[in-house]
C-alpha cells in the first residue's frame, strides 16, 4: 500500500482549556480594574463612611441627599455650560479647519500637525502652562493686552472669566481632534459628487451647504457624542488651573466627586456622586455605539 493510498490523519483537536488561557489574562485585568470597583462603589454608596474601610450602613440616604444638594445643582449646571461651551466650538473650528486644510496649501501637512498637537499634550501640561500664560500678574495673556494699552483680566481669579478661560483652553486643545476626523470624512466624499454639483452651478456655500454637511452628518453625530464625554470626563485641566474655583465656579460633575471623597472626607457620598457620572456616560456611550452603527449602516 503506498503512501499516497493511506488515509489523511484526523486533525488535531485542540485542549478545551486553550481559549481560557489566552482571554483569562484580560479577564482578570477586566475584573480587577472595572468591575470591582464598580461593585465596591456601589456597596460605598449606601454607606457613611470617609474612608474605603467599614462605614455605617444607611440605605438610600445618600441618594436622597442629592436630590436636595444645591452644590451638586451647581455643579451639573456647570458641565452644561462647560459642555455647551466646548463641543460646538470645538467641532466648529475643527470643521473650518479641516475643509481648509483639505486643499493643496504649501505646508498643508505641517499645519494639520501643529493643529493636533495639543490634542496630543498631558492635560496636567497643559495647564501649567496655561496657568502661567494666563497668570493676571506676570501671564502672556495680560501682557500682550498691556502692549495694546488695555487693562488686564482676571482670567482665573473671576467667577465671570474662569469658566470662559477654561473653555478657551480646552477647546483649544480639542480642535485638532474634530479636524482630523473631519479630514478623514472630507477625502471619502466621491470627487464626482462636488465637480458635479460645480457643472451645475452651485456656488462654494451652495456645495458645502448642500453637499457637505449632509455627506458628514454620519460624522458629526459620532464626534458630537465623544465630545460630550470628553467634556463630562475633563478633569486635569480644570484641577490644574482653577480646581474648580473661585469659590464654586468651575466645578464640574467630576470635580465635585473628588471634592467630596478627599477634601469633604464623605467617600460614601462621592461615590453616590460617582454613579451618576457613570449613568450619564453610559448614556452617552449607547448613544455613540448607536451612531456609529447607523453610520457603517450609510456607508
Given at each position: 500500500?503506498?503512501?499516497?493510498?493511506?488515509?489523511?490523519?484526523?486533525?488535531?483537536?485542540?485542549?478545551?482549556?486553550?481559549?481560557?488561557?489566552?482571554?483569562?489574562?484580560?479577564?482578570?485585568?477586566?475584573?480587577?480594574?472595572?468591575?470591582?470597583?464598580?461593585?465596591?462603589?456601589?456597596?460605598?454608596?449606601?454607606?457613611?463612611?470617609?474612608?474605603?474601610?467599614?462605614?455605617?450602613?444607611?440605605?438610600?440616604?445618600?441618594?436622597?441627599t442629592m436630590l436636595g444638594d444645591p452644590l451638586l445643582r451647581t455643579a451639573l449646571l456647570n458641565t452644561l455650560v462647560f459642555t455647551v461651551?466646548?463641543?460646538?466650538?470645538?467641532?466648529?473650528?475643527?470643521?473650518?479647519?479641516?475643509?481648509?486644510?483639505?486643499?493643496?496649501?504649501?505646508?498643508?501637512?505641517?499645519?494639520?500637525?501643529?493643529?493636533?498637537?495639543?490634542?496630543?499634550?498631558?492635560?496636567?501640561?497643559?495647564?501649567?502652562?496655561?496657568?502661567?500664560?494666563?497668570?493676571?500678574?506676570?501671564?502672556?495673556?495680560?501682557?500682550?493686552?498691556?502692549?495694546?494699552?488695555?487693562?488686564?483680566?482676571?482670567?482665573?481669579?473671576?467667577?465671570?472669566?474662569?469658566?470662559?478661560?477654561?473653555?478657551?483652553?480646552?477647546?483649544?486643545?480639542?480642535?485638532?481632534?474634530?479636524?482630523?476626523?473631519?479630514?478623514?470624512?472630507?477625502?471619502?466624499?466621491?470627487?464626482?459628487?462636488?465637480?458635479?454639483?460645480?457643472?451645475?452651478?452651485?456656488?462654494?456655500?451652495?456645495?458645502?451647504?448642500?453637499?457637505?454637511?449632509?455627506?458628514?452628518?454620519?460624522?458629526?453625530?459620532?464626534?458630537?457624542?465623544?465630545?460630550?464625554?470628553?467634556?463630562?470626563?475633563?478633569?486635569?485641566?480644570?484641577?490644574?488651573?482653577?480646581?474648580?474655583?473661585?469659590?464654586?465656579?468651575?466645578?464640574?460633575?467630576?470635580?465635585?466627586?473628588?471634592?467630596?471623597?478627599?477634601?469633604?472626607?464623605?467617600?460614601?457620598?462621592?461615590?453616590?456622586?460617582?454613579?451618576?457620572?457613570?449613568?450619564?456616560?453610559?448614556?452617552?456611550?449607547?448613544?455613540?455605539?448607536?451612531?456609529?452603527?447607523?453610520?457603517?449602516?450609510?456607508?
Amino acid at each position: 500500500m503506498s503512501p499516497r493510498d493511506e488515509a489523511p490523519a484526523p486533525p488535531r483537536r485542540r485542549p478545551r482549556w486553550a481559549p481560557y488561557v489566552f482571554v483569562g489574562p484580560a479577564a482578570l485585568l477586566f475584573l480587577a480594574f472595572s468591575l470591582l470597583p464598580i461593585v465596591i462603589a456601589v456597596a460605598l454608596s449606601f454607606q457613611d463612611t470617609a474612608t474605603l474601610g467599614d462605614g455605617e450602613w444607611v440605605g438610600a440616604a445618600n441618594y436622597r441627599t442629592m436630590l436636595g444638594d444645591p452644590l451638586l445643582r451647581t455643579a451639573l449646571l456647570n458641565t452644561l455650560v462647560f459642555t455647551v461651551g466646548t463641543v460646538p466650538t470645538a467641532m466648529a473650528i475643527g470643521l473650518a479647519l479641516a475643509v481648509a486644510l483639505n486643499r493643496p496649501l504649501p505646508g498643508r501637512g505641517l499645519l494639520r500637525a501643529l493643529f493636533f498637537v495639543p490634542m496630543i499634550a498631558a492635560g496636567v501640561v497643559v495647564g501649567v502652562i496655561m496657568s502661567w500664560i494666563f497668570n493676571p500678574d506676570y501671564g502672556v495673556a495680560n501682557n500682550a493686552l498691556a502692549a495694546l494699552g488695555l487693562a488686564g483680566l482676571p482670567w482665573l481669579t473671576s467667577p465671570r472669566t474662569a469658566m470662559f478661560t477654561l473653555v478657551a483652553v480646552v477647546v483649544w486643545t480639542r480642535i485638532g481632534f474634530c479636524m482630523v476626523i473631519y479630514l478623514g470624512a472630507l477625502q471619502s466624499i466621491p470627487a464626482e459628487l462636488r465637480e458635479a454639483a460645480a457643472i451645475d452651478g452651485a456656488s462654494g456655500w451652495q456645495r458645502f451647504r448642500r453637499l457637505t454637511v449632509p455627506m458628514l452628518a454620519p460624522t458629526t453625530s459620532i464626534l458630537l457624542i465623544l465630545n460630550v464625554v470628553f467634556s463630562l470626563q475633563a478633569f486635569d485641566v480644570i484641577y490644574v488651573m482653577t480646581g474648580g474655583g473661585p469659590g464654586f465656579s468651575t466645578t464640574v460633575l467630576i470635580q465635585y466627586v473628588f471634592r467630596s471623597a478627599f477634601a469633604d472626607a464623605r467617600m460614601g457620598y462621592a461615590a453616590a456622586l460617582g454613579l451618576l457620572l457613570v449613568l450619564i456616560l453610559l448614556v452617552f456611550t449607547l448613544l455613540r455605539h448607536r451612531a456609529t452603527k447607523r453610520a457603517e449602516e450609510l456607508l
